[in-house]
């Protein structure tokens, strides 16, 4: 079995840190590559990241596909180009917030996430609305450490076992979902830490593509996940028509 796991931003540092815990879990048998784009933002911290990470995380679905992966991971807690991804792959494509928190619903009757910048809280929010996870979702809380600054702040992983700390109290949760690839690596640590079930979505998601992949299960082709219509695209798009 081949999964590709996206980092859609194009640190190559960050990809490796997620390639590393994603292979951890990974079974045997399961050659795990991360990847990430050749084009687009550093990082994904503001709604225009985002949008402008996509055309780079396509790309890298679209050159899997020729590649023969079988599922693929999209190593970003907003989950960007999820469903423009799940049109054009054949195998399950799953985002590491809608594996999180949906793991995070198994432990316990209520989680809180722990991002990064409190800009990015409204999108957590909207994906636990998306993904029926409203009645889990206790609370989003930032700890305002820009994802770069994740490896480069000595004081980072203090921050944030503080700010799970704190959000197990004030929400009353029972676990915490991590709301940042680049935190993936701090999982353990700060469940020892904190004595409660913390969720890193890198983990999660690749176990979860992995487990669908086993059961032979693949993307539908029907409806609105069908491969989209061909079309030519112009100007610095013209590459992506189908």
């Known amino acids: 079995m081949r999964l590709r796991v996206v980092n ?13 815990c994603a292979r951890a879990v990974a079974g045997p048998g399961t050659l795990v590559e991360a990847v ?29 596909e020729e590649a023969g992966v ?37 432990l316990g009757r209520r989680f809180a996430v722990v991002t990064t ?22 609370g989003v809380h930032a700890c305002e450490i820009p994802v770069l600054e994740l490896d480069t702040n000595p004081d980072a992983r203090k921050i944030i076992i ?27 640590a700060i469940s020892a830490e904190i004595d409660a079930p913390v969720i890193d979505g890198v983990a999660a998601a690749t ?6 992949v086993r059961l032979g299960l693949r993307k539908s082709g029907r409806g609105e996940f069908a491969t989209p219509p061909p079309k030519a695209y112009r100007g610095f798009l013209r590459e992506f028509g189908l």
């Open 117 to 138: 910048l409190g800009r990015t809280s409204g999108r957590a929010w909207d994906l636990a609305e998306r993904y029926g996870m409203q009645r889990f979702c206790a």
């Open 8 to 20: 859609p931003n194009t640190t190559a540092a960050m990809t490796a840190k997620i390639e590393q």
């Open 207 to 212: 176990l979860t593509v992995e487990s669908l």
């Open 36 to 64: 990430h784009p050749e084009m687009g933002p550093p990082s994904i911290e503001s709604h225009y990241d985002e949008a402008l990470s996509v055309p780079g995380l396509l790309a890298e679905i679209a050159w899997g």
């Open 70 to 106: 079988d599922g693929y991971v999209i190593a970003c807690f907003g989950d960007p180009g999820l469903d423009a991804a799940r049109e054009l792959a054949r195998g399950p494509v799953v985002g590491i917030a809608e594996a999180a928190m949906h793991a995070a619903s198994f």
């Open 162 to 188: 503080e700010a799970c700390r704190e959000a197990l109290a004030v929400d009353d949760a029972d676990s915490i979902v991590l709301g940042c690839a680049g935190m993936a690596d701090l999982c353990r």
